[in-house]
């Protein structure tokens, strides 16, 4: 059964800190991987999607990477902001049903 | 504006009382999602319809049930039978059906149950 693990669970920076989230999952027989924004007692915000046959994707100050083979993804933040502070999700979408979230990494960004 | 409405933002329900949480969506999108998410969790898994008149199981769907007679609309019920149901109740949206390679989910506002 796929699983998918998130480190850290939370993390606190500074403004202006560059930053890194990493996801890890179990199955790699996946179509593509999400990374998600949930602000507190909101939806979801789907930030990047990378499929299954691509490195990475970039939005703004974004950077997702993603591989298949060790099963692992991780989501660069550059310059991170106050505005930035979130819980970030990702998710794997195996073949056959649908997607399979992590548990999160709440991230805190003072100013 | 398209997006996903879901309906009530907040619901109060006693023990052994069914309540059914709406989502509406004018996306056209084909494929439809609930997820629960309780504290310190990830989302997991309700139940999914790809198309009109079907939906599948998801990982935790006991005590749940949902129907698809419309394109746009994908009810979910909590019924007597689910035995925790206080959580948060996140229905999602995709233009692709699941077995298929792009699969961007939109997901509505959310539904917070809480049970008396």
């Known amino acids: 059964k796929q699983e998918v693990t998130q480190i850290p669970a939370a993390l606190s920076v500074p403004e202006g800190e560059n930053l890194v989230l990493n996801c890890s999952f179990t199955?790699?027989?996946?179509?593509?991987l999400q990374w998600f924004r949930q602000d507190p007692g909101k939806g979801l915000t789907s930030l990047l999607l990378?499929?299954?046959?691509?490195r990475e994707q970039t939005s703004g100050r974004l950077n997702a990477s993603l591989d298949k083979s060790s099963g692992r993804s991780t989501l660069y933040i550059a310059a991170s902001q106050p505005g930035d502070s979130a819980t970030y999700l990702c998710?794997?979408?195996?073949?056959?049903?649908?997607?399979?979230f992590g548990k999160g990494t709440t991230l805190s960004v003072s100013s | 504006d398209g997006g996903i409405t879901q309906s009530p933002k907040y619901l109060f329900r006693k023990e052994g009382q069914n309540v059914t949480l709406s989502c509406e969506q004018n996306?056209?999108?084909?494929?439809m999602y609930w997820y629960r998410q309780d504290p310190g969790q990830g989302l997991r898994l309700i139940y999914y319809?790809?198309?009109?008149?079907?939906?599948q199981k998801g990982d935790i769907a006991e005590g749940y049930s949902v129907s698809r007679e419309k394109k746009e609309s994908f009810p979910l019920t909590v019924t007597s039978a689910q035995k925790n149901p206080t959580a948060f109740y996140l229905c999602?949206?995709?233009?692709?059906?699941?077995?298929?390679?792009?699969?961007?989910?939109?997901f509505g506002a959310g539904s917070r149950l809480t049970v008396l």
């Open positions: 999602a949206s995709s233009i692709d059906r699941p077995g298929s390679g792009a699969n961007v989910l939109t």
């Open positions: 199955d790699s027989a996946i179509y593509n």
């Open positions: 990378i499929q299954s046959s691509q």
């Open positions: 998710a794997v979408r195996p073949v056959g049903t649908a997607l399979i």
């Open positions: 996306l056209n999108h084909d494929a």
């Open positions: 319809s790809q198309i009109v008149n079907d939906f």
